[in-house]
């Protein structure tokens, strides 16, 4: 799974932001991205990934694209081994 395109066909849906703005160094807020649409994100993630990513309190939230393809891609790497027995 790419999670770099995933990112970016989740912001062009949702915030019609050209996939060219889409770079790791982009800065989320400067694409449109608030608290209410990172949660949303992060709900669309899950359930295309089929992962739980849950995020503490303490938790740094993603700042740039690139802190958010490192924290999806984390929890993903932790479910790796758990999905590897399910068949679909």
């Given amino acids: 799974?790419?999670?770099l395109q995933l990112v970016k066909d989740f912001l062009?849906?949702?915030?019609?932001?050209p996939g060219d703005k889409v770079v790791?160094?982009?800065?989320?807020?400067?694409?449109?991205?608030?608290?209410?649409?990172f949660a949303e994100m992060l709900?669309?993630?899950?359930?295309?990934?089929?992962?739980n990513i849950d995020i503490t309190s303490g938790e740094v939230l993603p700042k740039t694209v690139a802190d958010l393809v490192t924290l999806i891609d984390a929890h993903l790497s932790q479910a790796a081994p758990a999905a590897g027995g399910a068949g679909t």
């Fill in 12 to 17: 062009a849906e949702r915030l019609e932001v």
């Fill in 24 to 37: 790791p160094e982009a800065e989320l807020s400067d694409l449109g991205v608030d608290s209410l649409m």
């Fill in 43 to 51: 709900f669309e993630f899950e359930d295309r990934a089929k992962v």
């Fill in 1 to 3: 799974m790419d999670t």
